[in-house]
């Protein structure tokens, strides 16, 4: 059984619709300008493994809730972020990894989520986690992630997907459309 | 200039300067500037596991309204390269680096030169802009005036700091 990244990704703009949302190059920025391009979408055009991590520089400058939609392919290019992201616990920091178990972007090659379990992962970095394999338990689980005193994370099996849709090419439009709207200098 | 007084003037010049975020990672010859950011009332320190990850925390705390600053070693300068080429230049998102240069002056470690002593140009070929300080007194100085560059033009501006201001290991000498 597998969950719907296209639904669960559209559950978190409806549980948090004021998140900047971080999202992963590739497939998890895909889906997410398909269901919604917003300006608090700070869609990743590369540095694949730091996606984490710039979710968590963006949750200790706002108040408002931040959402990472990472990747397997790049959670297990950076898992030592999960430790770093325990050391600072913003508790407006969620980190969702939708693991469809391949490089989509890449060509559909294998990686080795296979045979890791990130949520046990992320607990051995002391951070609160959770595994879901249908879109209604991630949609209770990402509301759990949410409430929660700290950061958590919820890593969630996905079947891979192909969306058409692209986020804007403009990288520098893209920070100025998330930073404007964050530090209330929209136009 | 007393042994850590140019890293206390240092971080003062930088929080004048808008940073309020120190990403680290330790390198005992920069010790004096993470301990003078540690000791800051207005820089929040963060201390990750790689360097890659502070370019992302950097770029997410800009993008956020904040302004950092990377301290960390050449070598782990060198672990961020990706991040610099897809995410800081690409996107224009700007922090200043402020980082210990070794493999040159007193260096006993082969493994310290390929990066250290070649990292000013390596970050040409990226079109990174970068400044090396070879004097304690221009640190504070300088590094203020890349801070102001880096934030004003939202582009990354990295500082090394040279052998003759953060000194080097005995092993050279032994």
Excluded at chain 1, 112 to 141: I, N, Y
Aim: with cysteine; glycine share 8%; hydrophobic share 40%.
């Amino acid at each position: 059984m597998t969950a719907d990244q296209h639904e669960c990704t559209a559950a978190v703009l409806e549980e948090t619709p004021d998140a900047a949302v971080v999202a992963n190059l590739g497939v998890a920025s895909y889906v997410l300008a398909d269901v919604e391009d917003r300006p608090r979408n700070f869609y990743q055009w590369g540095s694949m493994g730091v996606t984490t991590p710039v979710g968590l520089g963006m949750a200790l400058a706002t108040d408002d809730p931040v959402t990472v939609l990472d990747g397997d392919g790049s959670m297990l290019m950076s898992l030592g972020a999960l430790s770093t992201v325990k050391g600072v616990d913003p508790e407006n920091l969620a980190i969702v990894v939708f693991d469809n178990g391949v490089y989509e972007t890449t060509g559909g090659q294998q990686t080795h989520a296979a045979t890791t379990d990130f949520a046990a992962a992320a607990r051995a970095c002391g951070l609160e986690a959770e595994t879901v394999d249908t879109t209604a338990d991630f949609e209770a689980a990402y509301r759990d992630a949410v409430a929660h005193d700290g950061a958590a994370l919820v890593a969630c099996e996905v079947e891979p997907v192909e969306p058409d849709t692209r986020p804007p090419f403009d990288y520098a439009h893209i920070k100025r459309r998330v930073r404007d709207s964050l530090t209330g200098d929209e136009a | 200039m007393s042994e850590d007084t140019w890293a206390t003037e240092t971080v003062d010049a930088l929080s004048r300067a808008g940073v309020d975020l120190a990403v680290h990672l330790p390198d005992s010859s920069i010790d004096p500037l993470t301990d003078a950011f540690e000791a800051h009332d207005d820089v929040e320190s963060v201390l990750v596991s790689r360097e890659e990850e502070a370019v992302g925390v950097l770029s997410g705390a800009w993008v956020g309204g904040r302004r950092g600053a990377l301290v960390c070693q050449s070598s782990g300068l060198a672990n961020t390269f990706n991040a610099l080429g897809s995410l800081s230049l690409p996107a224009r998102i700007p922090f200043i680096g402020l980082v210990s240069r070794r493999g040159d002056l007193g260096e006993f470690n082969l493994a310290q030169v390929p990066m250290g002593y070649n990292l000013p140009e390596v970050l040409d070929d990226i079109g990174l802009r970068n400044h090396v300080v070879e004097d304690r007194d221009e640190v504070a100085e300088r590094t203020h005036m890349a801070a102001l560059s880096a934030f004003s033009t939202e582009t990354p501006y990295v500082v090394m700091l040279d052998t003759t201001v953060i000194g080097y290991k005995s092993e050279a000498d032994e």
